[in-house]
């Protein structure tokens, strides 16, 4: 009877410790996702790599190229692509906080739980 309670006893400084663990690194990834969040900074092209990645390429060398787009409507397209990548980048921050949130609250009910139980038994 005495093996079993050690092996409990065990078992439960273990569960706690890892729950302990747990906490401490989903704390940890919740507030530096905070900044992050606050000031995204996800990769913005530039006007002119955008701009050049968009320019028809003549089907024949050395013949005129006519623009397909104005300059106005390729710089537009580019703000709103920019746009659209930091939206993307605060919801993907968004979710990660989230996450990362229900973990810190599960790991510290359960190590709460755990250490309530280990107190209980000493």
């Keep these: 009877m005495e093996k079993l309670n050690l092996i409990k006893n065990i078992y439960t400084y273990v569960l706690s410790g890892v729950m302990l663990i747990i906490f401490l690194v989903s704390l940890i990834n919740t507030l530096t996702s905070i900044p992050d969040l606050i000031y995204p900074s996800p990769y913005l092209s530039t006007y ?63 190590y709460l739980y755990f250490h309530r139980d280990m107190k209980r038994k000493d």
């Design 48 to 110: 002119s790599e955008f701009k050049s990645m968009n320019t028809p390429v003549p089907a024949v060398p050395g013949t005129p190229v006519v623009p397909t787009k104005s300059e106005d409507q390729i710089k537009q397209e580019w703000q709103e692509r920019n746009n659209q990548a930091l939206r993307d980048e605060k919801i993907r921050l968004t979710k990660d906080i989230l996450k990362s949130s229900i973990w810190t609250i599960v790991s510290l009910g359960a």
